[in-house]
């Protein structure tokens, strides 16, 4: 209701700024009995960790990841868990040009007519450094999850270049720094973003999220619907536009007998689909098939090519946006996706069981 | 939480089926003193019922709404408004086959996965009937938005066939069957869903709805922004299958250069942007721009073409779907739109005054 | 959020007012294949219906329930179950009095205060008829309860006077107008009860509700306690002015030696407790034992001797209530009472589920 | 809906085990450009820190509260306040004995068949040290509610023993380690808490908080009144086990004349109460007049009279517990009160504003 807070039954709460002391996530709702150490999280925070290639801002921190409740003798507790990251690179540059200006595409503009004040520094409480929390609480949900359930996302396009599914291998996507599961279309794109990188520009990017293993029967209609709450999850990461699910967008332009993901029976008597266009979901609910999300990440947009803007008074002004900075900053939104899905999906399973038969 | 309602503080929770005695939504949290009366609300449902032309469904139904409560001599009291719209064209036509098989692409298979039941006439629960209680509810959401603020749709694609948008006229909308504010793509679309029609087929769409005349300040970060809200929003309207917020997916293809909506100084000292490839939303907060929300909707999956499916017993069989459907269900879905972008912009309204400065 | 909804997973929203046309109810969050029909519910219903004895108000009206969602086949089917009660007995009286001044004791000052407009037509949306909604919905919370679940309620107290829990027989609260579990008493107060009757005065009351074969576990500490949960229930049914558990106050006066509820091992090694005084929840949550909750009713604010007042142009003048009431809102209090804790154990029960290992 | 939030609006999420590393609250929605220091926080924690007299438990910790996030040069900027305590006086003692065995009156045995796991170590979640986090809510509640409204509350009765009325004087509350607004009753109850804690045994206790300052109109019926928040906070508050508003109880035993808080004109033709027996709320909302709720705090449960239980194993055995212990827990439960009802208060007025007309 305040804004802080994602899911229901498993539902996280997240605080800090860019260059407050620390940033944190209280996950309220994770069952009892799960095992749960910091090691089980750190990983997740590494692979979203900026720093560690070329390709992404060169701000470089730990992201060490505290458990400072929720745990006793290496199993949770059914009460929340609290995760702290402390912020150790907090640069003390000088933000007066960021102060007074409004830097476009970002939220400076609509965070100071919203709440008067800003905390400027990086970017403060819209910094794409609170989604570390998000992944944070996503470690935790793939625990609520379990073993059977797989969450993984992948980087299907930089600006117009796209992978070429044919080549899709799961296995190359931690073999290069995109996230990319073509390795052919990886190496093209680290010499088209060297370009990007080196004039200083940005550029945009999709990412696709898919989640195997659930049983069918998650997501409550209408307005709590599986695919709505993966819309509004992925929609709330920071610079994105615009999400599908299953063929999404392209759906628009088939026709009925396209479209239909046909079924026939399965060998335990179970259907099967022949086609899963649905992305996993017929209305609202989890069909048992593969969960497949996209979602359009925003160039960013600090970039060291002026722009025209105002200036808390009112005047026109310019202004290039030094410093480190993601050339493209759906790379890094390619774990913080993978979170998102783990967290709906461990709230829905969540709430299956509550309401689930006999 | 169950989930069947929408909304915080501007709250709606719809219940019916299809083919039971009625359908109806509670409006709770609507502010006391505004006039509203049945001939507020009747005019968007005229505008969404269906049999109006041959391009939807030939299920012929006043939809005449009734208030039941929460209204005083014409005034809204605070309290909750129920509106109830009675169900009277529920042919008592055989469904024995839709009982036994599920349809492809409809949530037959799933519902029944998911509680073991389902209302198989009409579609139950899962029928787009449903929404006319959300256009409803969207009547309610316009008085609190006031006559200050506007929230238009438009069809702007059936299948492969885009608007021109240098054709684009909001009146044209209500001169053809398909809200269609290109006359000339309108007349084109004509002769292309003729055919889908007359061939028993579907097509998908692309609805934009556009809203006017908001403040700068809405939406409630990080993850009750405004356009997370907005695309669960649309995302759980029938047969949706992504969602955009302004250039959405395009933002992808872009370098910051060009994504960037610059600022100039307005006449009143108030900055003005150059551009709103944002959609009028930037860090989850509205821009005080036009706010923009494109979404995807499948064709209808009931054609006359058979498909693939199995029974309740797992056998594999065949389905067609008999009977009177919308060839493209995204003509409808555009008040829908609508609605539920009124909505939600009536809850972030009442949310941004709770936490409004002076 | 907006104030018309109660619980969580098991959630219910009522709309309507005293003179409008019909009240009701909507159910959300009901699983699926329960056996449910009118029948199930109207007997709730012709508990709280005043007008059987002289001691309640003298409207009169069936209090007919329908369904006119969510059943399908006599069985739920997991969408929500709509409910309506049609208002019959709305007479046509002159309202120019309440319409004109504030009833002291009654929520028209503060009604009128908070929304600027009150249908002042027998209360409103305040008016205690609205409570028929809640024993609906708690007749669908005691089919989620299941059969091994009792939830009983009874009149302890009348103005000073008590039972004598020496002669507590639940049997008996059927055999007399006050659903006094003590004959005795019963007889006393009808003698008592007249007298106020009579006289056009009013008295206060006590309520016990108790619960019956739940399982510890229920309740989900710190904020959603199972108490604390019971405690706003009650304390939302109009004319409640205090809440206790288990000794509730009695336990300010005692020691923590006399106040340990002791345990023993019972017969298959689960733990026995000698005592209840904690009304079976400890910490927030159920132990096991009979949840044991009481709630203090005010008298009727409706009386026939002139009380002091102003009126809506501020001015000191009188008012005396003439018409139907309750000479003890006590009495039907207890059904409600009842139907509240339903609602509560019902929400809590699949709570717990969703929670629950293994 | 997991269970550690309250409020809506203004919410807050507490987290932390007594012997963790820290407890910490997340307070989103405190509203921006409100000052805020951790000067502003400590002395209300200060207030409840046990070890004060010999009256609470000897448990020696600073309590020294740190502002994580949300603040930026001294005031709220809108966006979560993280606080934390850091835990420092947990000794490590042999917690062997309450590890195997229900300590009577404890959370110990439900935590057990609720989570199946429990950090026994001084209570763990269930230990009253969580209230601090309350506190601190409660002291940020108090910014949002402004200088004019003031919340204070007073113990008035500790077992039998109840203040005088008439010698009422608040000033007096902070002149006694029992925050006893009677000089006199402060004086016997030193004695007769000293006979308590000497032979190792604890007391029950009644608590009153009051609000003065605050408009008409807050709270929303029918299921979000005032008091039906209010009867939940207190209820959630460790060892409470009954509510009151206003007169409570004893409105029971009154009739509607004398029950009735009659009105009269006053200088500015606003009407005045006469009386406030209904403690500031009619109808679930507030009139205008001061706020007034009790509630009843059992007895410490660990005293050092050993006591029947059972252990791990199902086995009879009998427990005493040694160590540092409240001897009367109402005593320090008066400033959580005090920050439960200002952070109703605060949600009430965020959500009075939203609604709020013209």
Chains 1, 2, 3, 4 share one sequence.
């Not at 595409?105 to 609509?110: F, I, L, Q, R, S």
């Not at 960013?300 to 202004?319: A, C, E, F, N």
Request: proline share 5%; charged share 25%; aromatic share 6%.
């Amino acid at each position: 209701m305040a804004g802080n807070s994602f899911g229901t039954l498993f539902r996280f709460t997240t605080w800090g700024e860019s260059h407050g002391p620390a940033i944190g996530v209280v996950v309220d709702g994770c069952p009892s009995l799960l095992s749960l150490t910091e090691a089980d999280i750190q990983p997740w925070l590494d692979k979203r960790r900026p720093g560690q290639s070329r390709y992404t801002t060169q701000r470089q921190e730990p992201d060490q990841v505290k458990i400072l409740s929720g745990v006793f003798e290496g199993q949770t507790t059914g009460t929340p868990v609290s995760l702290m990251i402390e912020n150790t690179d907090q640069r003390s540059k000088d933000y007066s040009e960021i102060a007074a200006k409004f830097r476009p595409g970002h939220a400076d503009y609509t965070y100071w007519k919203k709440y008067g004040i800003r905390d400027y520094r990086g970017g403060g409480r819209s910094s794409a450094r609170e989604t570390a929390c998000r992944v944070a609480a996503g470690a935790v949900a793939r625990k609520v999850l379990g073993n059977g359930v797989t969450v993984r996302g992948a980087l299907v396009q930089i600006g117009p270049h796209k992978v070429d599914r044919s080549r899709w291998d799961w296995a190359e996507v931690d073999n290069n720094p995109f996230f990319c599961p073509d390795p052919q279309a990886a190496a093209e794109w680290a010499d088209y973003l060297d370009g990007i990188r080196k004039s200083g520009s940005s550029i945009g990017a999709v990412v696709e999220v898919v989640a195997s293993g659930l049983p069918a029967g998650l997501g409550d209609p209408l307005y709590d619907k599986l695919d709505g709450d993966l819309a509004r999850a992925m929609m709330t990461i920071n610079a994105v536009k615009g999400v599908e699910i299953g063929n999404g967008f392209e759906a628009a332009t088939l026709t009925g007998e396209q479209n239909a993901d046909e079924m026939r029976a399965g060998p335990d008597s179970e259907p099967e689909f022949r086609s899963n266009l649905a992305g996993g979901i017929l209305g609202g609910i989890s069909t048992g098939q593969d969960i497949v999300v996209r979602f359009a990440v925003k160039p960013t947009s600090s970039i060291l090519t002026p722009r025209q803007t105002v200036d808390l008074q009112g005047k026109d002004t310019d202004i290039l946006t030094k410093g480190r900075h993601d050339p493209c900053v759906g790379i890094r939104a390619v774990p913080v996706g993978e979170a998102m899905m783990a967290c709906v999906l461990a709230d829905h399973l969540l709430r299956h069981r509550a309401y689930a038969r006999g």
